[in-house]
Structures are given as structure tokens and as C-alpha cells.
T-cell receptor, first 114, second 114 residues
Framework: ETGVTQSPTHLIKTRGQQVTLRCSSQ?????VSWYQQALGQGPQFIFQ???????GRGNFPPRFSGLQFPNYSSELNVNALELDDSALYLC?????????????FGPGTRLTVT | AQKVTQAQTEISVVEKEDVTLDCVYE???????LFWYKQPPSGELVFLIR??????QNEISGRYSWNFQKSTSSFNFTITASQVVDSAVYFC???????????FGKGTKLTVNP
């Protein structure tokens, strides 16, 4: 039990639609990272938020965007969904400066785009 | 560019056998961190170990051991006397020093049969 929760667990959307995925971090964890894990692949870094500001981004288009809130929750928004967006989306939270060994992953949201 | 290669896609062993999971990495950074994570069917990533680039000492934790060799850019993971509960996908990952952004390999699916 990592104390990081994600909702929903599963989601099915149609190509072209928009989706919002949610992550609730451990209290005090003001750094959150999002990863996309396609089937049979390792997770890929999407972006990171620190104190409600984007703090680094991977190789993902602008239709992937995020928000972080003062209550340690965060969102990942994806616009104009494509079939290749089907994946497990993982969030991970940590305290800044604690290092990734203190970063905790949630169970993920499995998104299917049809 | 940073890259992590896990050449073994799937490994199947019988309980009590020893098994080694291979990881080869590429980076131009002098300061970096290497990780191993376990991903059970539930989906969330479980942190196993972090090793920094300046510490080449091998580490043992119970039935788990890690062999870090900078000369061959490898960070291999051995499970001794494997158990059915070890069945999972294992990921090796690389972090550019202090960035808290991970680059993952594609993972090795380990199946331990009774």
C-alpha cells in the first residue's frame, strides 16, 4: 500500500474524445510524475509537476496536459484521443529532494481508446 | 540519449531455481542512478533498489542480489531460490542525476512455476 490512489481504474473512450485521469498523492508529496505504459512496454515519462508548476516533460505532444492542486491531487488530461493512447497511466508522488527511492507509484488507470 | 535494454523478454523457471535478469544501460552522464522495480499483476510499480553511479559495490537483500558493473554498463539482478510469489514483470530504470525522471527498459516477465 503506497498511499497513492488513482481513478478511475479502467476507462474506455472513443478516438477524438477527451479524458481526465486523477491521482491522489500522499500528504506532503508536492512532486508528482506521470508515466504512460503501453502493453508490453516499460513506462515512459510524460511530465512532472512540482508545487503546481510543470517541472519537466518527456516526448509527448501538447494534447497531454496536467494540473496539480494544493491538496496533493493531480490530473492528467488528454485531448483528441488516438488509438495509440491506449495504455496504463501511472502517477508517482514524492517529496522533493528525497530521491526516487522515496517515490511511490499508484496502481494506474488503464485507458482503452476504440 | 539515455537508454535501458532488457534483452530477456520472458523467463520461466521452476521454484527454487536461481534466476538472473539482465540490464544494460547507456548514458553520457557521469552522475546517474539505476533502479529495479517489480510490477505484479495489480499494476503498481514496487521499488526494489537504487544504486548510484559512484557505488559499484554489489548488494544483497535476502534472496535478491544486484551486480553493478560500470565497465560493461550493466546492472543485473539475481533472485536466489525463486518462489512463485516472485512471478512479475521486472523493470530496470535509469535516472539522470537528481532529475527524478526515469527511463525504463521494456521489462522482463518472470514466471516461477511450482
Amino acid at each position: 500500500e503506497t498511499g497513492v490512489t488513482q481513478s478511475p481504474t479502467h476507462l474506455i473512450k472513443t478516438r477524438g474524445q477527451q479524458v481526465t485521469l486523477r491521482c491522489s498523492s500522499q500528504s506532503g508529496h508536492n512532486t508528482v510524475s506521470w508515466y504512460q505504459q503501453a502493453l508490453g512496454q516499460g513506462p515512459q515519462f510524460i511530465f512532472q509537476y512540482y508545487r503546481e508548476e510543470e517541472n519537466g516533460r518527456g516526448n509527448f505532444p501538447p494534447r497531454f496536459s496536467g494540473l496539480q492542486f494544493p491538496n496533493y491531487s493531480s490530473e492528467l488530461n488528454v485531448n483528441a484521443l488516438e488509438l495509440d493512447d491506449s495504455a496504463l497511466y501511472l502517477c508517482a508522488s514524492s517529496l522533493p529532494g528525497q530521491g526516487i527511492d522515496e517515490q511511490y507509484f499508484g496502481p494506474g488507470t488503464r485507458l482503452t481508446v476504440t | 540519449a539515455q537508454k535501458v535494454t532488457q534483452a530477456q523478454t520472458e523467463i520461466s523457471v521452476v521454484e527454487k531455481e536461481d534466476v538472473t535478469l539482465d540490464c544494460v544501460y547507456e548514458t553520457r552522464d557521469t552522475t546517474y542512478y539505476l533502479f529495479w522495480y517489480k510490477q505484479p499483476p495489480s499494476g503498481e510499480l514496487v521499488f526494489l533498489i537504487r544504486r548510484n553511479s559512484f557505488d559499484e559495490q554489489n548488494e544483497i537483500s535476502g534472496r535478491y542480489s544486484w551486480n553493478f558493473q560500470k565497465s560493461t554498463s550493466s546492472f543485473n539482478f539475481t533472485i536466489t531460490a525463486s518462489q512463485v510469489v516472485d512471478s512479475a514483470v521486472y523493470f530496470c530504470a535509469l535516472e539522470q542525476g537528481g532529475s527524478e525522471k526515469l527511463v525504463f527498459g521494456k521489462g522482463t516477465k518472470l514466471t516461477v512455476n511450482p
